[in-house]
């Protein structure tokens, strides 16, 4: 890890040597033109946005900005004193920095991430079975149709004279009931239990 932030360093150092020079030179051995000038100072606007914008993201995520704030800081204060060129450069090697900055840290994050979300996914697997079956249960509750009993032969009601239909408790038979009038009459008053 610290031989890859090395090369970045080395990279971005080379970067900005390289801006440097290219501005030092444009400015300082040519003519440029108003139309030119004020290309540079969009491009340089644009880049300052860009740069801000990507730091911001960074900050989000809980990366230490400090050198691509540094480096926008400089490009803001070239900008301020036209420099557009100059400032442009900065601006790009505070995105550049940022942006690298940024893809570290989500890389970080990524690898802590895993084991999280497939715990949620379980969770959330689990949670979606428990839901259904739970409304499979609602629904095979409400719609269970009603089983008629059946009509005991030779068992009389005493308040109507109709036959009545034994009455179950699960398997066993507890007593009868009367279809028309609703009377119940238990098993042990059928027996001669008091």
Not at 15 to 32: E, G, H, K, M
Not at 126 to 147: D, N, Q
Request: proline share 3%; hydrophobic share 50%.
């Amino acid at each position: 890890m610290n031989l890859e932030v090395s090369a970045w360093r080395i990279l971005l150092t080379l970067s900005l040597a390289l801006i440097f020079l290219t501005c030092f030179l444009r400015v300082s051995f040519s003519q440029v033109s108003p139309e030119e000038i004020e290309g540079l100072r969009l491009e340089a606007e644009e880049a300052i946005k860009r740069a801000q914008g990507m730091i911001g993201e960074a900050k989000k995520v809980g990366v230490d900005t400090v050198g691509a704030e540094s480096l926008l800081a400089r490009a803001m204060r070239e900008f301020a004193e036209g420099n557009h060129a100059q400032a442009k450069g900065l601006a790009d090697a505070a995105y550049t920095l940022a942006l690298w900055l940024y893809n570290e840290k989500v890389k970080e994050l990524r690898g802590f991430m895993v084991p999280i979300q497939f715990a949620l996914l379980v969770i959330l697997l689990g949670a979606s079975i428990v839901t259904i079956v739970m409304l499979y249960e609602v629904y095979r509750v409400t719609k269970r149709k009603e089983v008629k009993a059946p009509i005991a032969k030779g068992v009389k009601c005493p308040e109507c004279g109709k036959d009545m239909a034994v009455a179950y408790e699960g398997n066993l038979i507890i007593g009868y009931v009367c279809p028309s009038c609703k009377h119940i009459e238990l098993k042990e008053k059928l027996m001669g239990f008091p």
